[in-house]
């Protein structure tokens, strides 16, 4: 099953890149990276940090008319435009108390979120529609220990993070989303 979602999670992002090169506008279209951290906040318990990076393609032409996304409801809208775009994220989840070694059942306990994520989307001046397809991992495979860390390396006075070995054990995460 894994490698069947794998196999469509790439294939829909090879397709997007395809029908995107097609675009008669080459060029960036936009760069956009989101970031959320609890220092903000003074804490570091929770959501502790996130960061996505996104690139969204030029417009591109009729896609109703390509046989590959003309069947999207969305796409067939006249006088919309329309654009791919692809994420990278990262998640990070700690408990309260970094220092603590042993998993405490009444917190949340240690959990990095990655993945990857391409979408197509359709808009005009006063609506979009999105539909994005992301296929990542929850566990050690995220990275998530190893950012931390060496962020609070860097960072003077941040705690090192003490119970990491209790993460969330590896699981494949998929989402289908539609807006």
């Known amino acids: 099953m894994r490698k ?32 959320g951290n609890d220092t903000l906040l003074h804490t570091d318990r929770d959501f502790t940090n996130g960061l996505k990076l996104t690139w969204i ?3 591109f032409e009729n896609p109703r008319d390509n046989v590959l996304f003309g069947w999207m409801p969305f796409v067939r809208k006249p006088d919309f435009k329309h654009v791919f775009s692809y994420s990278l994220r990262q998640d990070i989840f700690t408990p309260d108390d970094l220092k603590r ?5 009444n917190d ?6 990655l993945n990857f994520e391409v979408g197509i989307h359709s808009l005009n001046d006063k609506r979009m529609t999105s ?14 220990e190893q950012t931390q860390k060496f962020v609070h390396d860097k960072a003077p006075k941040a705690p090192d993070p003490q119970g990491w070995a209790n993460q969330l054990k590896n699981e494949p995460a998929v989402q289908v989303m539609y807006e």
Do not use: H
């Not at 949340?108 to 979120?113: L, S, V």
């Not at 539909?131 to 998530?144: D, E, H, N, R």
């Open 4 to 35: 069947k979602v794998s196999f469509f999670v790439v294939l829909f992002g090879l397709l997007c890149a395809i029908v995107g090169a097609q675009s008669k506008e080459r060029g960036l279209r936009t760069f956009w990276i989101c970031w």
């Open 57 to 59: 393609s030029q417009n």
């Open 101 to 105: 070694v042993d998993l405490d059942e």
């Open 108 to 113: 949340r306990p240690y959990a990095g979120y």
């Open 131 to 144: 539909f994005s397809l992301s296929m990542g991992v929850v566990g050690p495979l995220s990275l998530a």
